[in-house]
Each structure stands twice: as C-alpha cells, then as structure tokens.
C-alpha cells in the first residue's frame, strides 16, 4: 500500500476518533456533532464537565474533572464566553472561526502571566502595563493580566521554585517547556496545569485551527492532544505560514543573456542551463565565477535545492528520516540520494559551485561571491534582499526568486516542505491547575487565535507600531522602523511575541513598509501550495527509554562516519562507485538497528490512528 493511502487511511481513523472523542465528552456542544444543543446563552467562568453544566468560578484546585450540578446562566451573566455558541462541523471541530463579543466578561477579574522578554531594556519606563497594546487589550476583554518578567536567562530555576511551592501563575507561557518532573498528562493528574480537554468548549478559534490544520497533517492533532482524553498545552500558531528562505538567480544577469524570467526557472534541466551560461559569461576580468551557492553542509534551509529528490542535502547529522511507503529511511543513504549527488556532484565537476564551499559556514564571515558580482544562484532570506544588492560591487545587481527546483514541471513534493503552520511557532501556554477561573483564561487566550484578536495582539494599537497610509494600507511606523532595539524585538514587546506566546501570530508583519511588499511577494513564490508530506517524518513519534538510549549511542558514530564522508561524493574526493562501500559502513556502525528502532516507534505511533 502506498504511504500516501496510508496516511490518508490513518487520518481517517484519527477523524473518526476525534469526532467520537468531541461527541462522548459532553458539555453544550455534544450529542449530534453538529450544531451546538444549549440556548445558545452564556456559561459562566467555569469549566464544562461531563454533565454539561458549570462553576460560577471554574475550576479551584483540581483539573477540571469534578462533575458540578450548578445551573445555566441566567441571560444576564456577566461572561460572553464562547461554550453553547458555535456549531461543530461533521468531524467534531468547530466549524469556523469564532468571534468573541467582547468584553469577555465584567467581573474585573485578575490573572497572573509568567513570562519573559528577551530585550528587557526597552521595557517603558511604567512597566509592561504601560505598553498601549496590553492596556487595550484589557479594555477590549475586562481580564487584568498581572505579569511576572522573568529573566530569559533564569526562567529554568525560577520555574523550579514556582512550581515547588505550588505557586505557578495563572497563565505560564512556555510552561511545558520547563516541566521536567514528569509528563505533561502527569502534570495534569498532579494538579500543576489544568488538562484543557475539560475547557475545550472554551476553544473554539484554537480547536478550529487544530481541526483545519490535521486535515492535511496527522501530527498536528498528536501534538495539540497530549492523548484522547488530554490537552496540556496551547501552541502558538502562524496566521501567514511561509518558508523562511529560497533560492534567487540574478535576474540582471538575465537579462543580459536573454534567458527570461527568474520566476520561469522551474526544473533542474532549465537550472543547469542557467549555470552554465552564467560559468561562461560571467567568468571575467580576472575572477571565476562559481554561480551555485552551497554551504559547508549542503543547504542552511532543508530541501531548499534539492527537494525534487524529496531528500536534504544536509551533511551535519543523520538527522532526516523519512517514511516511504510505511518504511523508514534516513536522507544521505538512500537511491534518492545517490541519484541526487550524482546531479550535484557533476555540477561541482562543471565548476557551477566553489571549491572554498566547505569555508561558507552559517553564522560565520565568508566571501561566496554575492557581493564581487561572481555568484548566481543563491539562498536568500528575503529581509537581506536590499543589503544584498546595495553592497554588490555591480550597482545593476538585481536578484529574483524561483520556486523549489523539481525534476519535472508539475512535480508534486514528497518531503521537506514544512510550513510554520504545519509546526507551529515556537510559542505555547499552560494554564495552571488552581487559577480560579480556567474557563476565563482559556478564552483569553482563544481571543488571540480568533481572526480579529490575533490581529490586534500581532499588530497592537494604531498609532505606535502602525498607520494606514494615504491609500489605506497599513504601514509601520517611524518609530517603529528606527527603533533601537530593532523592528522585530521592538514587536515582540509592543504587540505578541511568537517565539514565547501563545497566540496566532501574524508571521509577515515586519514586512510592511514601503518596499517590504517585495519580501511579501518572493514569499509568495517560495510557498507550494500542493503539498501533502507522504514522506515526512511525524515529530510526535514517541521513543521508549531504550530505544532513546540506544539510538543516542548509535548516533555517536554514524553521525561522525557521516559528517566527514557524505560530502566527499560531492568534491568528487570520494567517488561515486564507491556509493555502496559507504552505505555498507553506515550499517557497520549501526544503520539498520537505528532504522529498526524508528520503525517500531512510527508503527506504535500510527496504531494510535
């Protein structure tokens, strides 16, 4: 059976669970799968049980799993929460997005948030209250937010003691990230964070985006549920998912050769003409030009250049498994991989990429020719567009995008495409096991992942970060722009954070200046649309401790024999008829007892489905 069926198989039976798991739980929005059962009218702060009813306060102390007797809300109820509101969809999701009528509540209620901020300097001076977004943001919801900024430095320690004295704030930003007592469903059990399974009428934007996102991911849904009964965490989410980074030609270059379009470069056939004209016509005045960019370990950026193979070109570690029709394998050892580097290898014997290539080490000074006007083809990050250019030696420089090189045009990728919304940003919450009012602090944070909160969190108040210019569209400020700390830390403090919180962040805001709508379009080149993973690698995949501990020794070697023999088929120092030679002293060193061990992990981890 072909993996993709598989996948597709085993995300029906996931859908199928969830849809059971939403149905079985009860609360209002239970029984049919479809449209919600209540009035329609308010619950109160509290958590929703198993018998559909809830607190006045929410939850005091335990996790949310007590049944409560307390009635409905009158009309009158001082909450605007979201439970008995919105309709499920036939999988047990939430149908749409949700729009929250704010304020979410009037009782002046307060939360403790524990957080951090990585450029605590340019904190004003009356403290992060003061910050125009985080006094909106109370006013738009009537929840007070008492914050307690940590030190990013001290966080680890801080938390211990938090966590000792049964004293975790309310709302713990990251707070999974620093539990190290247990799991995350045992700090669940114990009362430390609140199991949000219990809440989870109270996350309609979240759960939506969770539900919308698994579509096309299974492990997205194993990462929001802890397991079928369990949510521990909120991950932060990405409204605007992009790759980060791709490869741009030198459209000056060109359109000197009457070689069209960088945009019309699609295959490696077409690629490979491109570098050899730019070889021959830009090899000049004393310098050789060696137009293809690469680094001292294949790409920066994963599958960036050779994802037509679905494999990576990354040299560091044997760190890319791949699951190919139910099978695993790991990038570097497979045919893909050699019919891979017998591309690249010839390219390199063409003189397409630099001899001085195991020199261009990431985050370190190297000169690859991209500012003495003898490089071509490069891996760009769109914000170094404009220095890029303005240092080029040549002031006609001028570099365009081109999509993901593939084998054929048409070409559907297999693996290596990921999207931050496909893993979510970096940032996440918990909440603690006895705030008083879990209900209240779910929907808060749910606020951020609706479409009109998460743009207010991401962009703050009109008039600090951001205007709308004569034509109305929205633009960053002076300030904003010429800040100190910088665009993009200034953000963080004055609007959410997406490295730390859990919210929807809108991920292209640093862009909106005048001629950032260029980033935003080579980003737009950079996405494929079509992509469906059927080689990906679940990061949910659980190890047992032996395997872990098997797998760590194992990597010792293989990781060594690997980093300092892989790019050798590349240079050409290592040739390619000795392929097999070298697949046989990966599995000396213990290839196959790691492939065994990962494909016994991937098999228990899909029967969940």
């Excluded at 220095?387 to 048409?410: C, F, M, Q, V």
Aim: charged letters at 20%; proline letters at 3%; aromatic letters at 14%.
């Amino acid at each position: 059976m072909k993996q993709h069926t598989r996948r597709m198989l085993a995300l029906l039976l996931m859908l199928m669970l969830v849809v059971s798991l939403f149905a079985g739980c009860g609360g209002s929005n239970s029984g049919n799968g479809g449209s919600t059962t209540n009035s329609g009218t308010d619950t109160s702060g509290g958590g929703n049980n198993a018998s559909g009813s809830s607190t006045d306060k929410g939850d005091t102390g335990d996790t949310g799993n007590a049944e409560t007797t307390d009635p409905e809300p009158a009309e009158d109820s001082p909450y605007n929460l979201a439970a008995g509101k919105y309709e499920l969809n036939d999988r047990g999701f939430p149908a749409e997005n949700y729009e929250y009528a704010l304020p979410l509540c009037t009782t002046d209620e307060v939360f403790t948030k524990w957080t951090t901020c990585y450029t605590p300097q340019y904190i004003p001076e009356d403290g992060w209250n003061g910050i125009p977004t985080w006094q909106e943001l109370e006013d738009r919801t009537g929840v007070h937010i008492e914050y307690n900024i940590v030190a990013a430095s001290t966080r680890s320690q801080n938390f211990s003691v938090l966590l000792a004295s049964d004293s975790l704030d309310d709302i713990m930003d990251q707070g999974s990230y620093f539990y190290t007592n247990g799991t995350l469903k045992e700090a669940c059990e114990e009362g430390y964070f609140a199991n949000l399974y219990n809440y989870k009428d109270y996350l309609p934007n979240y759960l939506y985006l969770v539900g919308k996102n698994s579509e096309y991911n299974v492990d997205i849904y194993a990462k929001a549920f802890y397991d079928s009964e369990t949510i521990t965490t909120l991950y932060g989410m990405v409204h605007d998912p992009c790759c980060a980074e791709g490869y741009m030609l030198r459209q000056d270059w060109l359109d000197e050769m009457g070689l069209g379009d960088a945009i019309d470069v699609v295959t490696y056939d077409q690629l490979e003409d491109v570098l050899e004209a730019m070889k021959i016509n830009y090899s000049r005045n004393g310098k050789e030009c060696f137009p293809l960019f690469i680094n001292n370990i294949g790409e920066v950026y994963q599958s960036a250049l050779v994802g037509g193979f679905d494999t990576c070109l990354i040299s560091s570690s044997l760190a890319y498994p791949r699951v190919v029709d139910g099978k695993i394998d790991f990038c570097g050892t497979t045919s893909d991989d050699y019919e891979m580097m017998t591309m690249m290898s010839d390219w390199y014997a063409r003189g397409f990429i630099s001899p001085n290539f195991g020199t261009f080490v990431a985050g370190e000074d190297y000169d690859c020719g991209a500012y003495d006007d003898t490089l071509g083809c490069h891996l760009v990050v769109p914000s170094s567009w404009d220095d890029l250019e303005n240092n080029s030696e040549n002031p006609d420089a001028r570099w365009e995008p081109i999509k993901r090189t593939r084998k054929y045009e048409g070409q559907i990728f297999k693996y290596g495409y990921v999207k931050p919304r496909d893993i979510y940003s970096y940032g996440s919450a918990n909440i603690s096991g006895t705030c008083e009012n879990i209900a209240l602090a779910a929907s808060w944070l749910d606020y951020g992942y609706s479409e009109s909160g998460s743009d207010f969190v991401s962009w703050g108040t009109e008039g600090y970060l951001w205007e709308y210019n004569e034509n109305g569209e929205r633009r960053l400020t002076e300030w904003a722009l010429t800040h100190p700390a910088g665009t993009s830390w200034l953000l963080c403090i004055y609007a959410t954070n997406g490295l730390l919180e859990a919210t929807m962040m809108h991920n292209m805001r640093n862009y909106y200046y005048d001629g950032g709508d260029r980033c935003l379009r080579a980003f737009e080149v950079f996405n494929e649309d079509e992509y469906y993973g059927e080689y990906d690698w679940p990061s949910s995949v659980q190890f047992t401790d032996d395997e872990r501990s098997e797998n760590t020794n194992l990597l010792t070697d293989l990781n060594t024999y690997f980093s300092e023999n892989y790019m050798l088929f590349l240079s050409g120092d290592k040739p390619l008829s000795e392929w097999d030679s070298y697949i046989a002293d990966m599995k000396a060193f213990g290839l196959d007892t790691l492939t065994e061990n990962y494909q016994n992990a991937y098999e228990r981890y899909m029967a969940k489905f």
